[in-house]
């Protein structure tokens, strides 16, 4: 399974946490059950097979590293979505601006380029035109002003 995939299934986990206010070990249970699991693998081809022990490692990393920095994601989302409340946005763009964030500020083995042009690819599978160019541009802002001389 790639990264991408593993990415995806990490965002859609969250996504089902955000809306049904599950912790991550819930979240998990649910997701990965047979029964789930088997309907996922007629709607995506990208379920095709289970996640092999380094997918599962990692979806689970990034899954429980978003729940523990959730406040501070969240806090950073706020102050570069300006005019937006974090509540307001989409469960999808929350969901997949904590996925992109926690990457760049928790992970050093992802290059912050490949988190936002994920982030990007994702919006456009789980949202909208302009909840991609939304999530592009808060995501831009963020490295300009958080990490200038990396953007430079």
Known sequence: MTRKTARQIAVQLLFSMD??????????ELFFSPEHYETLRGE???????????????????VETVSEHLPALDDQIASY??????????????AIL???????????????GASVNEAVELAKTFDSPEAAAFINGVLGSFLRAEKPAQTE
Not at 98 to 112: G, H, K, Q, S, V
């Open 19 to 28: 809306l049904n206010e599950l912790s991550a070990g819930e979240a998990f």
């Open 44 to 62: 995506d081809t990208g379920f095709e097979e289970q996640p092999d022990e380094k997918a599962l490692s990692y979806i689970r990393r990034l």
């Open 81 to 94: 979505a300006r005019g937006w409340k974090t509540e307001r946005l989409s469960a999808a763009t929350r």
């Open 98 to 112: 904590r996925t992109a964030l926690c990457e760049i500020l928790y992970f050093d083995d992802i290059p912050e």
